[in-house]
């Protein structure tokens, strides 16, 4: 699991009328941060990127945006810089934006929710990965511009990496409040 320094625009739960709850609980088996907020608070692109058409998730072909029986409603966004796939899951309603959109940082793409397994209530399940290593053949630089340019990546999710700096970051801009040595809240507006 790496841990990089993403450039996060936006904290990907508005503040609302509740507080925000997130903590370190990245592991193995858990690759993502649980960000605990009120049921239905707004869910926004932390970055600017794409939503992906298609990926391979679990050795299944899924949209990049959908359901699953584990993450509920989710949607898969790659960056403009085509470095990192940001995975929000758990929103209440499907994402408000469908494979192949552009979106902004900041630009509501879903609402809190508990669909899936979604254990402790509504949270927002973020996770992001690495691209697959630099292709070096060039049947292998071919085929990785071929999934950017139709926007279906079949091998392309490689590292996982642990957000939690980089959200970090953007929740101190709102306010945050550290409660424990590695949980912090957000207050509410």
Not at 107 to 121: D, E, F, M, N, W
Not at 129 to 144: I, K, L, N, V
Not at 165 to 180: D, I, N, T, Y
Request: with cysteine; hydrophobic share 35%.
């Amino acid at each position: 699991m790496a841990t990089v320094s993403l450039n996060l625009r936006y904290f990907p739960v508005v503040p609302g009328a509740g507080e925000i709850h997130f903590e370190n609980r990245y592991r193995p088996g858990h690759e993502a941060i649980d960000i605990r907020a009120s049921l239905g608070m707004t869910i926004v692109s932390a970055t600017m990127g794409q939503v992906i058409n298609q990926c391979i998730l679990r050795g299944r072909p899924m949209p990049g945006a959908g359901y699953g029986t584990r993450g509920g409603n989710y949607v898969v966004i790659v960056d403009f810089d085509g470095l990192h796939f940001h995975y929000y899951a758990h929103m209440q309603f499907p994402a408000d934006v469908r494979p192949g959109a552009l979106v902004f940082p900041g630009q509501r793409i879903g609402l809190v929710g508990k669909t899936g397994h979604a254990p402790g209530g509504p949270h927002l399940h973020y996770a992001v990965w690495d691209q697959f290593q630099y292709p070096r053949t060039p049947s292998e630089q071919e085929r990785w511009r071929h999934e950017y340019d139709t926007r279906v990546f079949t091998e392309r999710f490689d590292t996982p990496v642990n957000p939690y700096q980089s959200l970090l970051s953007a929740a101190l801009v709102l306010g945050a409040r550290q409660v424990k040595w590695d949980h912090y809240v957000i207050p509410p507006v």
